[in-house]
């Protein structure tokens, strides 16, 4: 593996509360040196003068479809996505076909994960057998199978048994695993097709209550308070949910949260035109909705941001309103929407986000070796990228297999020149590498 130097980055690394101009020099797969005017012996020298250097991303919620829609996207296209931006490690939902409800399927997602070498793929495991809500999954094979899955969920709906989800939590405590919930209580969303308010009256589409968020997230906080176990809320986004989490984090209890960024930059009044790249579950919500999330992202209250990247085929997207599946593509757009609206808005520093986007999903996810501190010794999973770099979505050039991208035609800030996992340069200036992967020599 050819050794590289970073020249005259920015380290922006809040693990290692570093912020200075710099030379990143990684061989053997992790970081040699850091310092200033270091010697590249025969490294091969990568200028990145005036960029930002930072632990690689690490995104808790994709969705790759592979197994079963592999139309839609497979392990590769959703790897090569997540390294144009800026991704080292993605956690895959089960929501595939067949679901990833046994140790079977989590083990061949992470193998195929490591063969391809872009980025760590680490499966999550379903809280029930085929995501029916019925009977629990094989949680234990899947924590403790090579795999060693640790985040459990339904994704795509919420367990709606309290009972079931209690007895889920105290499997789950045994193995120190997660279980990761999409609040929503389905006796109140159901048949919902945006968020319930001014606008579904407006466009005559049933609505989807924020308290159906609410209330599910409340019961999940009493239900970790009862059994004791790690709970995080995936894509919140309503106020009151904000509310909760924080008095669930006063009252020192297990939990954390994850807000995406077309929740924290998009409202509901992006559906006037019915477009169906707008219709994500849950719903876009209300202006007040945003403002109270991007808050609570600002004061940590919520932990970090996570794309939830769910890829459609244009055939179904191109549907109706009500007949369109929710999801919209995030992988390769993240960086940009997150730099644009809340850095260059001030809410956020750099460090705040690199934090929220590596650092705080690194440690939820329990992963070693990402997610910094980028000192000696550590693997090189790293992000390069231009902060100030303007440019316009075209998703007709991204890695992912579909385009239900919302931000098609927009311009978006900051772009990622070049990520580095496991000490490769795996993508550069939009293109990924096609070198040989690591594993296919394993
Ligand atoms: O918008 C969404 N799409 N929300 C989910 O929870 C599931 C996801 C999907 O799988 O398409």
């Known amino acids: 593996m050819a050794d590289i130097l970073l020249r005259g980055g920015r380290l922006v690394d809040p693990a290692g509360e570093a912020d200075a101009t710099c030379d990143v020099l990684i061989s053997g797969g992790r970081i040699e040196a850091v310092g200033t005017g270091l010697d590249p012996g025969r490294a091969e020298v990568i200028d990145v003068d005036g960029a930002i250097v930072a632990p690689g991303f690490v995104d808790t919620h ?32 089960p929501n595939t076909d067949p679901v990833c409800d046994n140790a079977a399927v ?3 997602v992470a193998a195929t994960g490591s063969f391809l070498g872009l980025t760590q793929v680490i499966p999550a495991g379903s809280l029930t057998q085929g995501l029916q809500g019925k009977h629990l999954a094989a949680i234990g094979e899947m924590a403790t199978c090579n795999a060693r899955v640790r985040l459990f969920t339904d994704d795509g709906h919420g367990v ?11 499997y789950l405590k045994g193995f120190g695993a ?15 097709h945006m968020h319930e308010g001014e606008y579904s009256s407006r466009l005559g589409l049933r609505g989807q209550p924020a308290e159906a968020e609410e209330l599910a997230l409340a019961r999940d906080i009493v239900l970790a308070r009862l059994t004791g176990a790690r709970f995080h809320a995936l894509h919140v986004s309503t106020a009151r949910s904000v509310a909760i989490i924080r008095q669930a984090k006063a009252d020192g209890l297990p939990v954390t949260a994850e807000a995406t960024p077309h929740h924290l930059t998009l409202t509901d009044a992006c559906l006037v035109d019915y477009d169906t790249n707008f219709k994500v579950n849950p719903p876009l919500r209300s202006p007040h909705d945003v403002e109270v999330l991007r808050a609570g992202l600002a004061d940590g209250t919520i932990d970090n941001i996570a794309t939830d990247h769910a890829p459609h085929a244009a055939q179904e997207k191109e549907a109706e309103f009500e007949a369109a599946p929710p999801g919209l593509i995030g992988l390769e757009t993240a960086l940009g929407v997150i730099m644009g609206e809340l850095v260059e808005g001030g809410l956020l520093t750099l460090g705040d986000m690199v ?5 705080t999903p690194a440690r939820i996810l329990g992963l070693e070796g990402q997610g910094g501190p980028v000192v000696p010794g550590a693997w090189a999973n790293l992000v390069v990228f231009d902060p100030g770099a303007r440019w316009t979505v075209d998703p007709g050039k991204f890695a992912s297999r579909c385009r239900n991208c919302p931000w098609a035609g927009k311009e978006l800030v900051g772009r990622v020149l070049l990520t580095v996992f496991q000490g490769r340069v795996v993508g550069r200036d939009g293109q990924v590498s096609t070198a040989a992967p690591l594993g296919a020599f394993a």
């Open 160 to 170: 709606q048994d309290a009972r079931l989800l209690r007895r889920a939590m105290e």
């Open 178 to 192: 997660i279980c990761a919930e999409h609040c929503d209580d389905e006796s109140l969303s159901e048949g919902g």
């Open 106 to 108: 989590a083990e061949k």
């Open 355 to 359: 934090r929220r986007m590596s650092t």
């Open 62 to 93: 994709v969705h790759l479809r592979e197994p079963g829609r592999e139309d839609e996207e497979t392990i590769a296209s959703g790897s090569a996505a997540a390294v144009l931006g800026g991704y080292t490690a993605i956690c895959a939902m």
